[in-house]
């Protein structure tokens, strides 16, 4: 795992409320805004520039380049996506319900078939690889939803982590213990017995354990309190710190856009603009878009 990490200040991740998008009218009427505001392109927009993807991607850990993919034959959600994450890196994903944020990460964790373009990590082509394939090369992925075995214990959780490698055990444990002091406190707790942000760690932890060089965490603070939104953006920088790059999908764009060193608004399955997290949340048409009247205050 590297250890390399970009020196960042330490950004406030507490106490603002929660601007998420609702609904798919929402959603519509973004898209529109999106467009109008001039954020991004159609998905029909062929012949799109891709240079400057091209020229800051070189370095990347993890890389997609013009990935189409879908559920559907003939429907595509993602519409030739262009993403990366170097070493080291916190990548935030925001944009409205239904972008394809959760699918993009899906394809990149080869869930749904890419019908088009390229999932590369360092530079190897992992295209289409299955998920435990992915995970033994240092790829982490913790879903939206069900992503505990609630009659297993914590402890049984994170050895479910390591089943390709049990030998790990042991020093996985104590990594991600490490991390988590509560989780092997309470390591014979059952999961389906913990909290709602308590279960958020134990997922976490799991996808841990095998000491992953990227991190895909899908809306880890949803269905949070405010407080536990709080810890699970104060722990996935801790994670990052100790040397896991992490690729974050929220809606809770304001806070993860606080904590990531750069960010993509993703609009119709096409990453319709990054740029650091600093820059994306004083960008006026993202507060417009995306951060609400919040943002502004
Ligand atoms: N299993 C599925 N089968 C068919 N269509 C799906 C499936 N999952 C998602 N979709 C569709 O793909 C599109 C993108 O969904 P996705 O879950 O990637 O959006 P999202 O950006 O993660 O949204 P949210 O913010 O609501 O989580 C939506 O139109 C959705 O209806
Ligand atoms: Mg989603």
């Given amino acids: 795992m590297s250890t390399h990490r970009p020196a960042d200040d330490d950004a406030d991740v507490t106490g603002e409320a929660d601007a998420r998008t609702s609904g798919t009218a929402a959603g519509t009427e973004q898209d529109a805004a999106v467009k109008a505001a001039g954020l991004g392109s159609s998905p029909q927009d062929s012949g799109r520039d891709r240079s400057e993807h091209e020229r800051l991607a070189t370095e990347a850990l993890l890389r997609t380049d013009d990935v189409i993919a879908g559920y559907v034959p003939g429907v595509n959600i993602l519409n030739g996506c262009d993403f990366y994450v170097n070493d080291g890196e916190l990548v935030g ?9 959760s699918t993009l990460l899906k394809a990149i964790f080869g869930l749904i078939r890419v019908s088009s ?23 982490g992925f913790v879903p939206q939803t069900n992503n505990v075995f609630p009659s297993l214990t914590i402890e049984e959780n994170l050895e479910m982590g390591v089943y390709q490698s049990p030998r ?27 909290s709602g942000g308590e279960r958020q760690m134990v997922a976490m932890g799991r996808a841990l354990m095998m000491e992953p060089s990227v991190l895909l965490l899908d809306e880890p603070s949803a269905g949070l309190s405010p407080a536990l939104q709080d810890e699970v953006f104060v722990r996935t920088r801790q994670i990052n710190r100790a040397g896991v790059s992490v690729i974050m999908v929220e809606q809770n764009a304001r806070r993860c856009l606080q904590i990531c060193d750069r960010g993509y608004v993703l609009d119709q399955g096409r990453n319709a603009y990054t740029a650091s997290g600093k820059d994306l949340i004083n960008d006026p048409k993202v507060i417009e878009l995306y951060l609400g009247t919040l943002a502004k205050a």
Wanted: charged fraction near 25%; proline fraction near 3%; aromatic fraction near 6%.
């Fill in 168 to 194: 790990k055990f042991k020093q996985s444990f104590d990594f991600v213990t490490g991390l988590f002091p509560a989780l092997g406190d309470r390591r014979a707790q059952r999961a389906g017995s913990l």
């Fill in 117 to 139: 373009g390229t999932v590369r990590l360092r530079g190897e082509d992992i295209t289409g690889l299955k998920a435990n394939q992915l995970v033994a090369k240092g790829v």
């Fill in 93 to 101: 994903i925001i944009g409205p319900n239904g972008a394809g944020k």
